[in-house]
């Protein structure tokens, strides 16, 4: 199984291995030495207290245990650390809990990127992947097996309509209000940074859920019923706690997503019970023979879900672009903008303006992937909105300046965004050898030597490539914008996403889609500090 690199906030390379040291300290009151009453020993070990009075009172001391909630309370990691979110929430968790299935619904929610992964490393089309992993997870005791595009396209629209109240509050002068520029907030590990970093810039991350979590909601509040014959009204229609939701993710920062109270009821219920990477999946899939099935006629004629355009991370730049540019053309029908792109440092960084025929600045938005790019956009950012600078204090508004701000930015923490999730399938060995011999041979014929340290990006290539299979769409926020707007079939299944969306957010309120975060101060520790 693969696993992510954790980032600490000295050291900003990408993809580092994970740190042995947590900064979580253990909360213990002092005493003075002449009043110890025990020592401690390590026997077999087991750490054991023994009583100085009497050496046959001894006590086997329990391993301290770190939560998840302590990782989200802790300002030490700029993510998570790895091994307790495996432990909390894994394959084996799953299982324990399918043991004990009784009258429970089980739901699974497969997200695009992981089907692109799993697509690249096994080889096979989506036609005859997707029906296996299907059947295997029925096998194992699942009600119903779903993709996350219903939710994600719920998650964009409730995107668009936050980032209209936010410009319209600007444009109005609302004073106490969240404004722009407008930060994605799919990616937790980009959030709990943000907390636990830069909490100054909270107010600008979008107050919407991620796609994970209103499938969740979808989940417990309408499929869940629906499948054990109840009717959705709007209100909680069953129990929560009789429905468990399982969703498979590119990230392992998702199972920390996963287990904020804030995606909690008060009762103690979860949107989503458990997270699994897709590289736990893959092992669930090969432990079960899902290479011994083969999909009959039927299933391999069912068609895949349409990614959303723009992004290979869920498109949510191309989303607001084009409500603007929606809203340009019916109030102009006789001016059509332009789109220009502008790559900053690599594609992990770009820009994109609309521009109306007169020049004036429609819109300016960005992607921005990876924690190298993120530092330098989080100083301009400060910068820009006059908050708090990382240099000496000192915040520098650019009003007045010729170049207007940021609108919105899609902001991942990953390089190449979520198809390259820390939970992602990783090259197999002879992949690999492959490339190492491709690169052996370019050395000796003196050619430039491609490639990165971390995950190739050829291999992140490859999943992308996975990802657009079979669709219209494409990456290019260019050439799709005018593929969304025409009459074609792109545009058809786009207004029917609509509609089915529209029909579906009639069981929430707008609430539902909204959640909040916490800045976390940071705590000195000086035993923490490495020189």
């Not at 997870?137 to 980032?163: C, K, N, P, W, Y």
């Not at 008060?266 to 949107?271: A, F, I, L, N, P």
Request: proline content about 5%; hydrophobic content about 35%; glycine content about 8%.
């Amino acid at each position: 199984m693969a696993f992510s690199g954790a980032l600490t906030l000295t050291d900003l390379n990408d993809y580092l291995g994970p740190s042995q040291v947590c900064i979580k300290p253990v909360d213990a009151p002092a005493m003075p030495v002449n009043d110890a009453q025990t020592s401690i020993s390590v026997e077999d070990g087991v750490y054991v207290e023994t009583s100085t009075g009497s050496s046959r009172a001894r006590t086997t001391l329990e391993t301290a245990q770190i939560s998840l909630n302590d990782c989200l309370a802790c300002s030490g990691c700029v993510t998570s650390a790895e091994t307790v979110l495996i432990g909390m929430q894994s394959a084996e968790e799953v299982r324990q809990e399918l043991q004990r299935k009784g009258d429970r619904v089980f739901i699974a929610t497969i997200s695009a990127q992981s089907v692109a992964s799993l697509q690249t490393r096994l080889g096979r089309p989506y036609a005859v992947l997707w029906p296996q992993i299907c059947l295997i997870l029925r096998r194992m005791g699942f009600d119903l097996v779903l993709d996350t595009s219903l939710a994600r396209h719920i998650a964009l629209r409730a995107h668009v309509r936050e980032f209209r109240e936010r410009k319209r509050a600007k444009m109005e002068g609302v004073q106490g209000k969240p404004t722009l520029p407008m930060l994605a907030s799919a990616c937790p590990g980009w959030v709990c940074y943000a907390e636990k970093a830069h909490s100054d810039l909270l107010p600008f991350v979008a107050a919407t859920k991620s796609p994970q979590q209103i499938s969740g909601l979808l989940a417990k509040r309408v499929y869940g019923p629906e499948h054990a014959g109840a009717s959705v009204t709007g209100s909680l229609p069953a129990p929560l706690a009789s429905i468990y939701h399982v969703s498979v993710m590119p990230c392992y920062d998702k199972k920390l997503e996963a287990s904020r109270s804030d995606f909690t009821s008060s009762d103690g219920v979860k949107e989503v019970d458990c997270v699994l990477t897709t590289g736990e999946l893959h092992d669930l899939l090969v432990e079960h023979d899902f290479e011994t099935y083969t999909p009959t006629e039927q299933e391999l004629a069912v068609p895949r879900p349409h990614p959303e355009p723009g992004s290979s991370s869920g498109g949510y730049l191309f989303a607001i672009l084009m409500d603007v540019y929606r809203t340009w053309m019916n109030d102009h029908p006789s001016s059509t903008p332009a789109i220009e792109q502008r790559t900053i440092r690599s594609s992990d960084y770009t820009e994109y303006l609309l521009r109306a025929e007169t020049g004036e600045v429609l819109f300016k938005g960005a992607v921005c992937y990876g924690f190298r790019n993120l530092q330098n956009l989080v100083r301009k950012l400060q910068r820009e909105t006059g908050m708090k600078s990382t240099r000496m204090g000192r915040g520098l508004s650019r009003r007045g300046m010729d170049e207007p701000p940021y609108e919105y930015i899609e902001v991942m923490a990953c390089p190449g965004g979520c198809v390259n999730g820390g939970g992602q399938m990783r090259p197999d060995p002879e992949w690999k050898a492959a490339q190492e011999a491709e690169q052996a041979q370019a050395m000796q014929e003196g050619a430039p030597v491609q490639g990165w340290q971390g995950t190739d990006r050829r291999w992140v290539q490859l999943v992308e490539h996975a990802y657009w299979d079979g669709s219209a769409l494409s990456d290019n926020v260019l050439g799709t914008v005018k593929e969304a707007l025409s009459p074609s079939a792109l545009r058809t299944w786009l207004e029917t996403l609509d509609k089915s969306a529209a029909a579906m957010e009639h069981s929430f309120s707008e609430s539902d889609f909204r959640t909040q975060y916490h800045g976390v101060e940071a705590q000195t520790n000086g035993l923490a500090v490495q020189w």
